[in-house]
C-alpha cells in the first residue's frame, strides 16, 4: 500500500489566492482527519471525516477554510481567500474505525 | 492551563539510557495517543490506548486513568529515537495534542 497520499508537497502562494491541498487515503480507510501544524500552535484537529461525512469541523479556524470528502478515496482542503497567517504544514490522516491513524507526507504551505 | 501538558520539553540522553515522557491531562478521555515525529517531519502513531499498558518493541505506554496520566518509556535508547513524541487526548469528538517532547540521544 502506498500510504497517505498528499500533493502538493511544497505550496507557496500570494496573499488572497485560491489553495488547494489534496490528500488521498489508505483504501478501506473509514476516518479521514486533516490536521494543521505551526510553531505557534503545534498540531491542530481541523476536520474528520468518518464514511466521507464530516463528523466535526470545530477545528476549522474561520469560514475561508472548507473541506470536502465526494469518494473514500479523495479529500479536499480548501483556503480561499489565503492570508500569510494559514502558513503552515497541513497534514492527512486516515484510519480504520478511528484506531490507528496513518498520517500523510505533509504540505508545506507559504503564504506570502 | 493547557488541557494536555507534557514533561519535560526537551530531553538529551546517551543511547542505552532508559528514557520517560509524561503526558498529564484534564479532561475525560476515551483515549490517548502517542505520536513520533521524525526531524523530517513525518508523522507516525505509536500508541492508541485507553487503560493499562502496551508494548510495541523498546516502546511502552502505560495511562493510569484515574491520575489522568500516561508515560512512555523507551528502553536501550538510540540515536534513531531522536525525534518529538507527541501526546493527544480523545474526549468526545475533539483531539488535543500536547505540545511535543524533543528527545535527542546522542551516540
Known amino acids: 500500500d502506498a500510504g497517505v497520499i498528499q500533493s502538493p508537497r511544497h505550496e507557496v502562494t500570494e496573499m488572497g489566492q485560491e489553495v488547494t491541498l489534496r490528500c488521498k487515503p489508505i483504501s478501506g480507510h473509514d476516518y479521514l482527519f486533516w490536521y494543521r501544524q505551526t510553531m505557534m500552535r503545534g498540531l491542530e484537529l481541523l476536520i474528520y471525516?468518518?464514511?466521507?461525512?464530516?463528523?466535526?469541523d470545530s477545528g476549522m479556524p474561520e469560514d475561508r477554510f472548507s473541506a470536502k470528502m465526494p469518494n473514500a478515496s479523495f479529500s479536499t482542503l480548501k483556503i480561499q481567500p489565503s492570508e500569510p497567517r494559514d502558513s503552515a504544514v497541513y497534514f492527512c490522516?486516515?484510519?480504520?474505525?478511528?484506531?490507528?491513524?496513518?498520517f500523510g507526507p505533509g504540505t508545506r504551505l507559504t503564504v506570502l | 492551563k493547557n488541557e494536555v501538558e507534557q514533561s519535560p520539553q526537551n530531553l538529551t540522553a546517551q543511547e542505552g539510557e532508559f528514557i520517560t515522557i509524561n503526558c498529564s491531562y484534564s479532561?475525560?478521555?476515551?483515549?490517548l495517543h502517542w505520536l513520533q515525529q521524525h526531524p523530517g517531519g513525518g508523522i507516525v502513531s505509536l500508541f492508541m490506548l485507553s487503560s493499562g499498558k502496551k508494548k510495541h518493541g523498546r516502546l511502552i505506554a502505560t495511562i493510569n486513568i484515574q491520575e489522568k496520566h500516561s508515560s512512555l518509556h523507551i528502553t536501550a535508547s538510540h540515536p534513531r529515537d531522536s525525534a518529538v513524541y507527541i501526546c493527544a487526548v480523545t474526549s468526545g469528538s475533539r483531539l488535543t495534542f500536547g505540545e511535543g517532547t524533543q528527545l535527542t540521544v546522542n551516540p
Open positions: 471525516f468518518n464514511n466521507n461525512v464530516p463528523i466535526d
Open positions: 479532561v475525560g478521555i476515551s483515549a
Open positions: 490522516a486516515s484510519s480504520l474505525l478511528r484506531v490507528k491513524q496513518f
